[in-house]
Every structure is written in structure tokens, then in C-alpha cells.
């Protein structure tokens, strides 16, 4: 898998990204950054981002992007990123950071540090669940509606219905200390749930309820950042330095080069369409 290293013309940290098309997408990152990508390149729309708030998830729902990110920023944008920005009020706590965000194709699902889990239709908001704070990502297939959230300690909640409800897996181990912090989770579908986290750990598991699992990268170690899997069942881990890449469903993957561009930087996110992964 031969990578290009593109200039994004920005000094901030960038943390999150989600492209619509090979040429199209749009990129965030800390101080409010928001990046436009498109067939001309990369524009700086953080002017626009109505924040300087740190940015951490950006996702599509088939009309607009969502971006969400620390003291409960929530924004929504047309297509491409060139749109408006509007500021979307969160219920809560102002000062959390909201931990994981996406859509189900109708509605978004997000979650704040202190447990509490929101759906938001569009107009006005749900709350879901009070789940078990520590959580770290979230996944919702909108062609299936299976989900899953993962955070610290191992724990893992999952739906089977788009996130209208939400159950949660009791971590399977038998103490907390030796469970394994997730920072990321892609669901293929019932039987084939990805996940990334620190120290190495990447774990394929064989059912939502999390009881039997296969690890798909240890080459390492390393701190794996994101996982995401694309239309065409190619997926991709990234990480600390470095990256893999497996056919899903697969409980193997080819590991990727530590060396050289852009392995030589941190992959925090990961973004894949029509068979290109950025």
C-alpha cells in the first residue's frame, strides 16, 4: 500500500477526519481548526469553525458534517465544509468534553465524559443512556444499525437498533487493571467488531456481546489511535507510528512499515472511501 504525505498548511494538532470522496472531506483539529479538502486542495476554513475550542470527531450524515469536540461544542456544516458553521446547543455540562460522536444516518450518537449519551434527530435531543464514564469512541453501521462503544477498562456497550438502546458488556476478565483501554471501534456487522487501543491491543471481536475475541494486529507494540473499515470490507489501524491493513472479515492483518512517510507521524484518525484511506 504505497501512502502520500499531503500539506495541510496548518500548525495545530489534527485529530479527526471524514472524506465523502477521494477529492472531498473535511479535516479537524485543536484551536477550532477545521480543513476543507477538495479537488483545488486544502482550505483553512477555521475562521468559519465559530470556535477555538479543541476539536475531536467529525462525521457525515449524508447532508451534513458534525464536528464535536471539548467544553461541549457541537457544530454542523454543509457538504464539503464550505457551508455555514452553526453552533449547536448540547444539554449538560458545559465544561465536558464530548468523548465520541456518530450517525446513524438519520440522527447522530455522542457521549460526554461523565456518562451521560445524547441523540440528537436534527431538531432536538434524546437521552439514551447513562452509561459507565471513561467511554472513548463509538461506531454505528448505518447500513445494519449495529454500534458499539468502547472506552477504558474494556468496557464495551453495543445496539442492534441504530443506538435507541444501549447495553452494556461487562468487562471480561478477571480484574479492571488487566482490561485494555480502547481509543477506537468499527462494526462490520454482528459478528465482526474491530477495535484499537493502547499497548498493542487490537482485538477483532466474534459477537457484540464481547465474550469471545482474536487479536488481528500485534506487531508492535504500539498505541493504536482509530480503526475503520470501508465500503469495499478493506480496513485500516492506525497508530503511534504505524498502520495495518486487513479484508474484513478477517482475523489477521498485513502490517504495514514503520519507516518512512507518513508512518513517521502519529495516525490519529482514519477516514476511508472508494478503496483510498487518508
Excluded at 6 to 26: E, I, P, R
Excluded at 67 to 93: C, F, M
Excluded at 157 to 184: E, S
Excluded at 207 to 235: F, H
Aim: aromatic share 10%; proline share 3%.
Amino acid at each position: 500500500t504505497n501512502w502520500v504525505l499531503l500539506n495541510s498548511n496548518s500548525a495545530d494538532k489534527l485529530n479527526s477526519c471524514h472524506f465523502t470522496t477521494v477529492t472531498d472531506g473535511l479535516i479537524v483539529g485543536n484551536n477550532g481548526t477545521s480543513l476543507q479538502s477538495s479537488v483545488s486542495g486544502i482550505i483553512n476554513n477555521t475562521s468559519s469553525s465559530k470556535t477555538k475550542n479543541h476539536l475531536y470527531h467529525v462525521t457525515y450524515s449524508g447532508s451534513n458534517y458534525m464536528i464535536a469536540g471539548q467544553k461541549h461544542t457541537l457544530v454542523q456544516t454543509a457538504t464539503g465544509g464550505s457551508g455555514t458553521y452553526s453552533l449547536i446547543s448540547v444539554p449538560g455540562n458545559t465544561t465536558e468534553t464530548i468523548n465520541g460522536l456518530s450517525t446513524n444516518g438519520t440522527s447522530y450518537v455522542l457521549f460526554g465524559q461523565s456518562g451521560y449519551n445524547l441523540k440528537y434527530n436534527g431538531t432536538g435531543w434524546v437521552n439514551v443512556y447513562k452509561h459507565p464514564s471513561g467511554l472513548s469512541s463509538v461506531h454505528i453501521n448505518k447500513n445494519n444499525g449495529y454500534g458499539m462503544m468502547v472506552g477504558d477498562n474494556g468496557t464495551t456497550l453495543y445496539t442492534a437498533d441504530k443506538g435507541y438502546i444501549w447495553n452494556w458488556n461487562k468487562p471480561q476478565g478477571t480484574t479492571l487493571a488487566n482490561m485494555p483501554r480502547f481509543t477506537g471501534v468499527a462494526v462490520w456487522d454482528n459478528q465482526n467488531i474491530y477495535t484499537s487501543g493502547i499497548a498493542d491491543v487490537a482485538l477483532k471481536y466474534t459477537n457484540l456481546q464481547c465474550t469471545a475475541s482474536v487479536s488481528y494486529a500485534t506487531s508492535g507494540p504500539t498505541n493504536w489511535y482509530d480503526v475503520q473499515i470501508g465500503e469495499d470490507n478493506k480496513g485500516y489501524i492506525g497508530g503511534n507510528g504505524r498502520y495495518a491493513y486487513f479484508i474484513a472479515p478477517a482475523s489477521s492483518s498485513t502490517n504495514g512499515s514503520n519507516t518512512g512517510t507518513p508512518v513517521a507521524y502519529s495516525i490519529n484518525s482514519i477516514s476511508i472511501v472508494s478503496g483510498q484511506a487518508f
